[in-house]
T-cell receptor
């Protein structure tokens, strides 16, 4: 079945630096790739997503890139701030059916 | 513009009791998904429902777990005869359709003693 691998599991950066989190997926039929941010004790919050007909999408300090040939996608956060500290999850979905398959999560720590 | 609502936020049950978790989707959303998050792990899909229909229950344990989304009222995830291994955070998400974004609720943290 569909599997999503996410790396690294932990990431520590200095405030102002960039952070990159990478995911690979196994099912070539996957066509929707959201990223979620989860703070302690809260539900996952959708921060950005990309569909398979697009190679890159940007929203202020956050960008996502997709390489369908290699079956991997990445989250890029620029000018990191302490409030970016959280656990980030990537996910993949096959359009019809909608269930999300999640990666294992990356705990991002931004040090002031 | 209320988001996805879940209650209770925290639930403590003794082994063998029943747990009922409720989820009210965002306004205008008719698709509900349930996910389980075990401590220090990612989220695992359990079940996908539309009003009065179970669309995909491939992630649901075969025994003790059931889900419904009636025509009126919230979606319910029911766990019968809970065991310690059921202790987890249970999240529901809602969307306009299977092709749209999923928005998550705050979760119900179930503790089985």
């Amino acid at each position: 079945g569909e599997n999503v691998e996410q790396h690294p599991s932990t990431l520590s950066v200095q405030e102002g630096d960039s952070a990159v989190i990478k995911c690979t997926y196994s099912d070539s039929a996957s066509n929707y790739f959201p990223w979620y941010k989860q703070e302690l004790g809260k539900g996952p919050q959708l921060i950005i997503d990309i569909r398979s007909n697009v190679g890159e999408k940007k929203d202020q300090r956050i960008a996502v890139t997709l390489n369908k040939t290699a079956k991997h996608f990445s989250l890029h956060i620029t000018e990191t701030q302490p409030e970016d500290s959280a656990v980030y999850f990537c996910a993949a979905s096959i359009g019809q059916g909608g269930k999300l398959i999640f990666g294992q999560g990356t705990e991002l720590s931004v040090k002031p | 513009n209320a988001g996805v609502m879940q209650n209770p936020r925290h639930l403590v049950r003794r082994r063998g009791q029943e747990a009922r978790l409720r989820c009210s989707p965002m306004k205008g959303h008719s698709h509900v998904y349930w996910y389980r998050q075990l401590p220090e792990e990612g989220l695992k899909f359990m079940v996908y429902l539309q009003k009065e229909n179970i669309i995909d229950e491939s992630g649901m344990p075969k025994e003790r777990f059931s889900a419904e989304f009636p025509k009126e009222g919230p979606s319910i995830l029911r766990i019968q005869q809970v065991v310690r291994g059921d202790s987890a955070a249970y999240f529901c998400a809602s969307s306009q359709s299977s092709f749209y974004e999923q928005y998550f609720g705050p979760g119900t943290r179930l503790t089985v003693t």
